[in-house]
C-alpha cells in the first residue's frame, strides 16, 4: 500500500451530471478528471446501460470538454454543452448514443449556458442562456471599457464573477434544426425549469428583479413561457422542478427563512394551488434532487440525515419516509433509471462511483469502477462515525456525531488533525477532492476528527438553529469535549491541529484565538470580520443578519464579539492562511486582515498563500496545480507544528 499524495489530484475520476429516465435504463453521466498538461479539467460523457452487464462506455472525446448533459427520453440520444475554441460561445451538441461524432445543434451568438432538460416527445430542449443587458443610460454593452454599473445585490458571484450587464433567459431549443426560441425573458434571471409531460405547462424558478435578487420564486406559464404567473413569495431559492408523470403536482426543493441553508421538499397541487411541506425539517435535502415514481406515488430524494447523505423515498399521500442504509457514505447524485435509481456515492474509503437500486432499496448493485482499482493501491483509514455527550450551551448536555479516522495500525494515542466543516448548517463531507490532506497525514499515523457540532444541518431544523448569534461560542465547547473523551480513551493525545475552510475557517481562527487545546491552525477562505464579510461577501448581506440574528446595521457588538478578528492579536498557535485571491463568497480581505492582526501583533510563526484565481471552490474544484500545492501545504503544516 502507498500513501496518497497531493499528486492523487490528477488519478480522481468526479463523477456528475448524471441523466436518466423511467423509460428506459440508459444512464449518461460526466467524469470529470484532473490534466497536469491542460492544468485544468478534463470532462467527458460516458454512457451506462443499467439493466445489463455492460460496462460503462465513453461517448465523448477528451479533446473537448462535455457539462450540462441530459439523456433523451427515447434513449438514443444525449445533448451536452461544450466550447470546442476559445473564439466561440458553448453550444449545445448531441450525439448518438449507439455511437458516431457529436454534431453542433446550435449556433447561437449568446451560446448557451447549460441545458435543463428534455420534452416529453423528444422534440425540444429547455436551455439556460445569458444575454447582455444595458444597466442604464450610458452603459454600453459592447464597450471594452464597460464599467460595472450596479442597481442590485447580488452584483457578484463566486466561481463566475461579476453578474451585472447581463440576464440569464430560459430558451427553447428544437433539437432537429436547433432553432432557439426565447421562452421567459426580462430584468430578471431565470434558474431553472421544467415542462409538464404533456408540454401544456411551464414551470420555472426566477429570481427577483428590484434591488436584492437573491431569492428565486415558482412561477407558472403555459408551455411557450405565456401568461407567466408567480405562484410562491414565501419560499427562498426553489429548485429541482419536476412534475409528476400525470403532470397535477410539482415537486422542487425551497428553503422557508431567508439566509438558511435548511431546504425542504414540497408538493405543489397544480389545480387547487396548494402547497405544502410533507416532512418539513425532518426531510432536510442535500441539493435539490427530485426524482418521482413511474407510479406518482412517491418522490426519491437525496437527504441529509445524521451526518450521511442518503436517498430518502418519501410517500406523497401518507407524508411516510423510507430511507436507503447504504452505510457510512454520501450519495451526491441521483436520477432514474428504467424502474430503479442510479445514483453517485463516495465513502471514506472508496471513491465516487455509479450504483443502481431497486426502489425499496433492493438489488444495489456497483456499475463502475473509475477509482476502484488506483484509490484501493493506497493507505486508507479505520472509519467510524461516533456519539459523543457535550455541552448543549442551555445547561445540560447532548450527544453529537463525529467521524474518528484512524491509522490502519495502532492503538494510539494519535497525533490528530481536527477537521470544522463549512456551512455552519452543512456537515462533514466525504469529499476527497476536497479532502485530500486527510489521507497523506492518516499515511503518517495522524487520527482525523471532523465532529458535526450545533449548529450542523441535517439534525433537525432547533439543532441548527440554535448557533444563531453564538458562533464560536457554542460549537467549539462540544469540540473540545469530543477531544477530551478521546483524549480519556487514549485515542489522540496532546498533539493536536486544527484546520477549517469557509465556516469552518471561522471555527479554526476563532479557535487559534480562543482555545489553548491546539499547536497549529490552518485558516482557509475564513469569515473573520462579520461586518466586512457581510459587505464584501456575493451572499453575505443576507446570509450574515441570518446568522448573527441581527442586520448589518442593528447590533454592531454582537458582529464585533463573535468576529475573529477581534482577538486575532491574542493568537499563539503557529497558524497557516490560504485563500483564493478571486474568492467571492469569503473574500480575500477575510485572510488579509486576520494575518496583518497576527502579524502586528508580533506572532512569529504565521503565513498566508493566496491562488491567484482560485475561487471559494479552490481546493475542491481549482486549477489542479493550486490544489497539488493547497493540500501539500496543509500536511506539512499540520506535520510541523503538531
Known sequence: MEPVTPDDVYQHRHLQDISGVTEHGRVAFVMSRASKAKGGYRSTAWLLDTQSDRRARQLTSSKFNAQSLVIDPTGSRVAFVSQRTDDESPQVYTIATD??????????????????AWSQDGKRLLALQSFKWKEDENDDPESQDRPLVVRYLPYKMDGSGPKVGERTRLVSIDATSGEVTTLVEGDFDVADAMWSPDGATLAFARKRSGQQRHQADLWLAKGDGSDA?????????????????DGKKLAFGA??????????????????????????????????TVVWHPDGDRIATIASRNGLFEIAVLHVDSGEVTPIEGGLRHVTALAPSGDALVFVASTLRELDEVFRVDWDGRNERRLTAFNRKWFGQRIRPRVSKRSFEVPDAKGGTERIDAWVMLPPDGDGPFPALVDFHGGPESITLIDFASHLYWYPLIAKGYAVIAPNPVGSGGYGGEFARRLIGHWGEYDLPQVEAVLTQLRNERVVGEALGCYGKSYGGYLSAWTAANSDMFKAAVVSAPVANLQSHGGTSDTGYYVTPYAMGADLHESAEQYARLSP????????????FLNGQDDQRCPVGQCEEMFA????????????????????SLAGSGKPAHRVDYHDRVVKWIDTHV
Request: no cysteine; hydrophobic share 35%.
Open 255 to 288: 428553503g422557508r427563512i431567508e439566509g438558511e441553508s435548511l431546504v425542504a421538499l414540497f408538493v405543489y397541487d397544480v389545480d387547487s394551488g396548494e402547497k405544502r411541506a410533507p416532512r418539513g425539517d425532518d426531510l432536510q435535502l442535500e441539493g435539490a
Open 597 to 616: 492582526n497576527v502579524i502586528r501583533a508580533g506572532h512569529p510563526n504565521a503565513m498566508m498563500v493566496v491562488y491567484p484565481g482560485g475561487s471559494h
Open 99 to 116: 455511437g458516431g461524432e457529436a454534431r453542433v445543434l446550435t449556433k447561437s451568438d449568446n451560446g448557451v449556458s447549460s441545458l435543463v
Open 229 to 245: 404567473r408567480q405562484v410562491t413569495r414565501d419560499l427562498y431559492s426553489v429548485s429541482g422542478l419536476r412534475f409528476s408523470p
Open 565 to 576: 478578528v477581534e482577538y486575532a492579536a491574542k493568537i499563539d498557535t503557529a497558524t497557516l
